[in-house]
């Protein structure tokens, strides 16, 4: 079993920065690509951003992509994702997720992760 913890949430005016943190437990070691996803009230939850075990390659969202940088310290089992230039739009509860299968960061359907943590609210206000 994996546990992933996520911490960093808040809240922020338009135009701020903030940087998520997701911690991973147990058998770390048997799991993939990790993805950062989100879920806005009243909406399903949505792909943000993945990351290869390696940290080499990283796949986002279009509506993320250049404001937001995913990447990971494999020492510490964590995995980050910097947010800048925030939107009231990315108001949202974000998710991180593992799997155990070997698939391709673009793979960003919720039904091909395996493990979710908890969830951190992310505010942003205008």
């Known amino acids: 079993q994996v546990q992933l913890v996520e911490s960093g949430g808040g809240l922020v005016q338009a135009g701020a920065s903030l940087t998520l943190s997701c911690a991973a437990s147990?058998?770390?070691?048997?799991?993939?690509?990790t993805g950062w996803f989100r879920q806005a009230p009243g909406k399903e939850r949505e792909f943000v951003a993945a990351?290869?075990?390696?940290?080499?390659?990283?796949y986002y969202a279009d509506s993320v992509k250049g404001r937001f940088t995913i990447s990971r310290d494999n020492a510490k089992n964590t995995v980050y994702l910097q947010m800048n230039s925030l939107k009231p739009e990315d108001t949202a509860v974000y998710y991180c997720a593992a799997r155990r299968r070997i698939l391709a960061i673009s793979n960003t359907s919720i039904e091909s992760y395996d493990y979710w943590g908890q969830g951190t609210q992310v505010t942003v206000s205008s």
């Open positions: 990351i290869s075990r390696s940290g080499v390659n990283t």
């Open positions: 147990g058998r770390t070691d048997s799991v993939y690509p």
